[in-house]
């Protein structure tokens, strides 16, 4: 994590659509690359700075996931292009998919993944007969009447610090798997259920497997009580469906104690 006193470092807030692309993290080995944003928004910068940066994001997003404010950072040499500039040219040489709210300066220490201290996704459920044809891309269309007291009554199961294993993929690869859940909120908009969901950092799909874990309780197809039972079993095998990645959106990244906050 150096840094040097001839660079400065930039932070980017990003927002995009996530339906082209397979997720955030460029894939940095030989042979055809997969569309990401990093990698995009890496090219990017390269044409408008003159050299070669690693863009660092706040975390990951899997395939087809989208962002309202996604987080990162790079450190470059150039010190003569203005944030405003930047800002404008980017969004010049973007696709209209991908778009960059904010460019601002940061302090040479800052880092956007480390320094996070709490992420805010959204899970969009859509419950009517019909969806909008610019809105099929960001939701979950389930079809089936869904009990939502009794979703908010495991969701708040979730709420604190847990071995979250059982709501991970497989093969996520992290040793520690404990996580803690500031909040689970469900609510009604409309035709949509959101579950929005807060914490200090999470598992490869686990906000997907929270949704679909808690729509399959909601259909009745898994028992009251399996909440508690995962996180004491720490099984995926009791587990709902991971829910579809199209649905969910990362709203918001916190910062504390470095001046940046969303």
């Not at 042979?31 to 690693?54: D, F, H, M, N, Y």
């Not at 799909?205 to 909601?218: K, N, Q």
């Not at 028992?223 to 469906?241: D, E, N, S, V, Y």
Request: net charge positive; charged share 25%.
């Amino acid at each position: 994590m150096g840094y040097s006193q001839s660079q400065r470092t930039l932070k980017f807030t990003l927002a995009y659509d996530g339906t082209r692309y397979a997720g955030w993290q460029a894939q940095r080995h030989a042979g055809q690359q997969p569309r990401t944003i990093q990698a995009i928004l890496e090219a990017a910068l390269q044409r408008i700075l003159q050299e070669k940066v690693s863009v660092i994001g706040s975390g990951r997003t899997d395939s087809g996931v989208h962002a309202l404010a996604q987080v990162a950072h790079c450190r470059t040499r150039n010190k003569k292009i203005t944030p405003q500039r930047l800002l404008r040219s980017l969004n010049q040489l973007l696709p209209q998919d991908i778009a960059v709210m904010r460019v601002e300066e940061a302090p040479n220490t800052f880092h956007a993944r480390f320094d996070a201290v709490r992420k805010h996704y959204r899970y969009r459920i859509h419950t009517g007969e019909a969806v909008l044809p610019f809105d099929r891309p960001h939701v979950y269309h389930v079809r089936y009447p869904l009990n939502v007291a009794c979703m908010r009554r495991e969701a708040t199961v979730l709420r604190g610090k847990h071995d979250m294993k059982a709501l991970a993929r497989a093969g996520h690869g992290r040793k520690n798997t404990v996580r803690k859940i500031e909040s689970v909120r469900i609510s009604r908009h409309g035709q949509e259920l959101w579950i929005d969901v807060i914490g200090g950092g999470f598992l490869h799909a686990m906000v997907r497997s929270i949704a679909g874990t808690l729509i399959d309780i909601g259909r009745s197809r898994l028992p009251k009580g399996t909440i508690q039972r995962l996180l004491r079993t720490r099984l995926r095998k009791f587990a709902g469906a991971t829910a579809p990645a199209r649905g969910l959106t990362l709203i918001q990244v916190d910062y504390l104690g470095t001046g940046y906050s969303l």
